[in-house]
């Protein structure tokens, strides 16, 4: 039975001796927990619109891919032209414009839209894909006369190229030597390689009598340059308008901070103005080296850079060329007759058994032709004196520079005629 005296006595207790409460609900934590929810709702409802977004568009892009395929794989076509990205379209201009002119049947593979090839009005030719797998899973299985592509090594580690092409082509995109900065197999793929001079033709001669190989070595000439050539302005410069254009070094993310810093501080606290051009490759894979090393010129106006496909207006807007083992200094050189200062970097060389070749390369044997070399730690004069030195000897520069074009370039301005005569 229950005791109703202590049960009373027990709840007087507890109302009026009871202790305060350690715990409680806090109005601003909920509303934090609130705001936590809801952000995160909002985050989720983000994240899953985008999601569903790239889904769809990755679907359609396949869709438009795959009617692409299909449409290029029956049209039956003598030759194919095959650009990997707009960087390189620019080579194939004078190719393209050639071929329409002559009203050749060609198709021209490429995986965007291009301002230096829509101007030509080749949109009955253009076929566009968004990725790279059907474009790859084309170029393997396509049957046709001749395919003409400016890519190295395509044929050695990358997608083999279809055994129904009677043709690979292979089209330069510079003027330097093969032995020194290219891959040692990087043209044993190709049928015909239309050679820049008369140096191409004596490096690949003596690797192709050591290998066996039977490649087609044409003289040709180099498109791109007569391309140039067409355009240039030669007097049409900035005074003190400097292009600086390094090559790129796969090993060295640091390359650029570690050799170009302090000389290009130099130059510009003399008043100079550089138009600063990463070479490509080094943008693409060295983004956030690339944007540590601008950042030392952020306080300042006379340091830009040029990331731009095309790379003509900056050459022609620039009194002098500063660079050092990229194929940039004789386009310059050869199209604007303008000096060259090549700063005496280590060499870059990706050929493994370049040491075997016995012939020197051009950008070795060449640069005071076209130029002076600039070695920080030899040089007696410094980079600004060097730069006036060569800026009050223009002439003198410029009937170097002519001299060693004819020596080293095949057929000037009329080159694409002689890719157009070798098509099967």
């Not at 059907?134 to 046709?144: D, K, V, Y």
């Not at 095309?310 to 004789?330: C, K, R, V």
Request: glycine share 2%; proline share 3%.
């Amino acid at each position: 039975m229950i005791n109703f005296k202590n049960f009373n006595f027990a709840l007087l207790i507890f109302f009026f001796f009871s202790n305060e409460a350690n715990a409680y609900i806090d109005p601003g934590g909920i509303s934090a927990f609130i705001q936590i929810l809801f952000a995160s709702v909002i985050t989720s409802i983000i994240f899953l619109k985008s999601y569903i977004s790239s889904f769809f568009k990755n679907f359609y892009n396949f869709f438009k891919d795959f009617q692409v395929f299909f449409r290029v794989l029956f049209l039956n076509k003598k030759t194919f032209i095959y650009c990997e990205s707009n960087n390189y379209s620019i080579y194939f201009h004078e190719i393209l414009k050639q071929f329409k002119k002559n009203k050749r049947d060609f198709i021209y593979l490429c995986k965007s839209k291009d301002e230096n090839i829509s101007r030509l009005n080749l949109e009955k030719e253009t076929y566009i894909f968004n990725k790279n797998f059907f474009l790859l899973t084309l170029l393997s299985i396509i049957q046709c006369n001749n395919l003409i592509l400016t890519t190295p090594d395509f044929g050695n580690h990358r997608l083999k190229l279809s055994k129904r092409i009677k043709n690979i082509i292979y089209v330069f995109h510079s003027a330097v030597s093969t032995n020194m900065i290219y891959n040692d197999r990087a043209f044993d793929s190709y049928n015909t390689i239309c050679c820049v001079g008369n140096h191409h033709i004596n490096e690949l001669s003596e690797k192709f009598n050591i290998s066996g190989l039977k490649n087609k070595l044409i003289k040709c000439g180099y498109p791109y340059l007569d391309y140039l050539i067409s355009l240039a302005k030669k007097e049409n410069y900035l005074k003190k308008n400097i292009l600086f254009a390094p090559s790129w070094y796969p090993d060295n993310p640091n390359y650029y901070d570690d050799n170009y810093t302090l000389l290009i501080s130099e130059i510009i606290k003399n008043n100079f103005k550089i138009i600063f051009r990463p070479h490509p490759e080094y943008f693409k894979r060295f983004e956030t080296e690339f944007l540590k090393f601008t950042k030392n010129f952020s306080d300042t106006s006379n340091f830009i850079v040029n990331t731009d496909k095309s790379n003509y207006l900056s050459m022609e807007q620039s009194e002098f060329l500063i660079t050092d083992w990229s194929g940039i200094a004789f386009e310059f050189a050869y199209a604007f007759k303008r000096p060259v200062i090549f700063i005496n970097s280590p060499k870059k060389i990706l050929n493994k058994n370049f040491s075997e070749s016995k012939l020197v390369p051009i950008e070795i044997s060449d640069r005071e032709e076209i130029g002076e070399i600039f070695d920080n730690d030899l040089n007696k004069t410094s980079i600004v004196d060097l730069l006036i030195k060569i800026g009050n000897n223009k002439k003198l520069y410029s009937n170097k520079i002519e001299k060693n074009l004819k020596k080293n370039i095949y057929n000037i301005g009329s080159s694409t005629s002689i890719i157009e005569s070798n098509l099967i």
